[in-house]
């Protein structure tokens, strides 16, 4: 079983800045995919940004250039910087591991850009 815990949401102004980490536990194989989903009530989760192990990023078209995803493989953590917040982010961005079909989650953190 896999456990991930993220962090670091908050309240931010519109053009500020955040970082949120997500540290994964458990049973991790090596090879796996860790990123991010967001959702606000009454939609369904977005997709925001994903990462392999030791592979290339890839993020959605609505944060590319703002949002940067890394992850420390020694320390089973995924980071997603997110800059030049806009009030269209705000939602609760929920962490992820992949490990082939089978998907992890973590509990979610808010997120709020004010205008």
């Known amino acids: 079983q896999v456990q991930l815990v993220e962090s670091g949401g908050g309240l931010v102004q519109t053009g500020g800045s955040l970082r949120l980490p997500c540290v994964a536990s458990g049973s991790i194989f090596r090879i796996n995919v860790m990123g991010w989903y967001r959702q606000t009530p009454g939609k369904q989760r977005e997709w925001v940004a994903a990462m392999p192990t030791g592979g290339s990023t890839n993020y959605a078209d609505s944060v590319k250039g703002r949002f940067t995803i890394s992850r420390d493989n020694a320390k089973n953590t995924v980071y997603l910087q997110m800059n030049s917040l806009q009030p269209e982010d705000t939602a609760v961005y929920y962490c992820?591991?992949?490990?082939?079909?089978?998907?992890?989650w973590g509990q979610g953190t808010q997120v709020t850009v004010s205008s």
């Open positions: 992820y591991l992949a490990e082939g079909p089978t998907h992890y």
